[in-house]
């Protein structure tokens, strides 16, 4: 049974989009997973398909009506799988939640674009909110493919190494150590010696210091959730 997804937007042509390249285009082409896309148009209201409208209380753009959300919505056979949307004010998006998606049957997406939507939509289902960033985007096309492509990668089969994710950063709190390929000498600098000796304890060792000691300069908030599940003293 392959991971489903559907995508719920006004821009059904951004899907797959860059999904259909590389490892994930792969994964879809063998029926790893599968790609639903509904045009939240196509429930749109009159003659003019309209989909949003001012919001009460005033203030700039336009929102998504709940009612046509909820007409879009009902049109999919969700299942089990999480219905989520995709906006600034969500949850972040965390590898953890990723890994727990790509263990599920699959997801719901609903993109928003201009204000966003009706809270009520949102309330009415009990549904979850996830934002890719502390930045805003036009439209929650880009998240839901952000997001697509964090969890595709990890469902059996798509990446070569089954290994490559579970060193990776994010997957232990910590950040990735660095990486170095042929040519060992380029433009006068050398790969660190470590990594050429052949001793695999040294390189191991050489590796969770190098991910410690970036995570520990570059996200301080990260380290102190290492540290804490570590049980280390800071
Ligand atoms: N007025 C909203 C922003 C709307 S941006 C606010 O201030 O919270 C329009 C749409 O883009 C949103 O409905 C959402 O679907 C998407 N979007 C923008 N930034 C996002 C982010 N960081 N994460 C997830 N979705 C985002």
Redesign the pocket.
Known sequence: MSWRADVLTLFPAMFPGPLGESLAGKALRDGTWSLTVTDIRDFGLGRHRAVDDTPFGGGA?MV?RADVLDAAIASVERGQRPLI??????RP?TQARARELSAGPGVVL????????DQRVIDAQGAEE???????????E??ALVLLDSVIRLLPGVMGSEASGIEESHAASLLEYPHFTRPATWQGRDVPEVLTSGNHAAIAKWRLAQSRAVTQARRPDLYAHYVASQGLTP
């Open positions: 753009g998504l949307f995709l906006t600034p004010r969500g998006l609903v993109c928003g674009r201009f204000e966003g939507f996830l934002s890719i960033g502390d930045y805003v985007l036009s439209g929650g880009l998240p």
